[in-house]
């Protein structure tokens, strides 16, 4: 990993640490879990196995759930890849995260009437 | 909760949240704007820097919870379509507001109205990792150009979901209840 204190020469092939790509790699599926829980109660997923019932609680349960997911991701990626120096450059966990955030989101709303 | 009365206002527990949800929006458009104006003009003597950087992130994913649960509770009582009614008496007239799911949803629909509920989990997501980022990092946030680089990537996304969204609030809690005569 680059420790350089130049700020141009370095960026791009930064190698992002164990933890910086664990939490990436964490909020990357974040992302996409959003997509899929919304998916799945918006398409008439079994509503039995949502956390509670109420429009809220739909909303409330949508978000606890990503964030244990994206917790528990975070500790099996920094344990799985803590003995690497590196694992990918933070430009292209960048990249990935960007992207993810902005396309799994509007992915999730698929088929959703705009209803004006 | 009970509505208190301020001369001509009254501040019922709806005005309360909502109230609250815009301080908290203030803060964080706050800390993200000393956030990108400090990593984007950060340079590698800037290592006094960091400390604020870090309880400025701190700060930012706090109000950013604060905010996302301000704009939860509110919505709990939408389903019975008792969300939101009022009537405003002055010497100008007579108004009246009234918002339920129902009309709330046929003026905005499933896309925006959803997309404005569900798509802010994105925000926090973003706000967490860029103060992971920050206290991880650390001066190297000053230093090195790729962890700059994906800092502000980071905040010009979460800047640009929380303009969708917050506008998409605007519209729903300004907009839609304003009151009209009768």
Redesign the interface.
Known sequence: MSTGTDRTSSAGNEGASPKAAAAFAAATIYMWLECILRLWFSKGGDAYLRLWGQRAGDIAAMWLAMIVVGLAAYFVFAAVWSKRAAVGTVRAWTVLLVVSAIVAPLLGEWGQAIGI | MVAYRFGPFEIGPHTMWLGAHGVFMLGVLVCVAFLAGAVWFA??EDRKLVPALRVASLLNLLAMLAL?ITG??P??G??KGQAFSGVLRTDFGVFRSAVTDANV????????F??M???S??VP??A??LC??VW??GRRVA????????ML??LI?MAG?VLVIGNLGLYVTKVLTFPYTR
């Open positions: 340079r590698p996302m939860l509770v919505d709990i939408f389903e949803g046929a003026f905005t629909g499933p896309l925006l959803d997309l509920e569900h798509v989990f994105v997501g973003l967490a990792l992971f980022l991880h990092y230093e090195n150009g790729a962890v700059r680089g994906a990537s980071v996304l979901w």
